[in-house]
Nanobody
Framework: QVQLVESGGGSVQAGGSLKLSCIIS????????LAWFRQTPGKAREGVAR????????LYADSVKGRFTISRDFAQNTVYLQMSGLKPEDTATYYC??????????????????WGQGTQVTVSS
């Protein structure tokens, strides 16, 4: 059974940085992708960044390009999201998610079968 556990959220001022971590267990790392999503109350969950299990190619939402970096360390069973230049509009609950199937990995939530519990990020102006 796959489990994902996020950590690293917190409160920062605009312009600051945070690094989120997602520890993964029960996954074989044979295919698929890992991603970070975020959600605010009353809004749909949106994809922020994803990284392929094989090859490590990445995809970012336009709103975070140049500010956020997703990376992986499978020896540590961990995926990271380095966030810099944070803005108040980045305030959200951030979720780590796993898609185990192959094929092109977009941000469509229906293809992600495993999710973490979320970690809150609050950016004040």
């Amino acid at each position: 059974q796959v489990q994902l556990v996020e950590s690293g959220g917190g409160s920062v001022q605009a312009g600051g940085s945070l690094k989120l971590s997602c520890i993964i267990s029960g996954f074989t790392y044979s295919s698929g992708c890992l991603a970070w999503f975020r959600q605010t109350p009353g809004k749909a969950r949106e994809g922020v960044a994803r990284i392929n299990v094989r090859g490590g190619s990445t995809l970012y939402a336009d709103s975070v390009k140049g500010r956020f970096t997703i990376s992986r360390d499978f020896a540590q069973n961990t995926v990271y999201l380095q966030m810099s230049g944070l803005k108040p509009e980045d305030t959200a609950t951030y979720y780590c998610a796993l898609r185990e199937t192959g094929g092109y990995c977009s941000f469509e939530t229906r293809y992600f079968g495993s999710w973490g519990q979320g970690t809150q990020v609050t950016v004040s102006s």
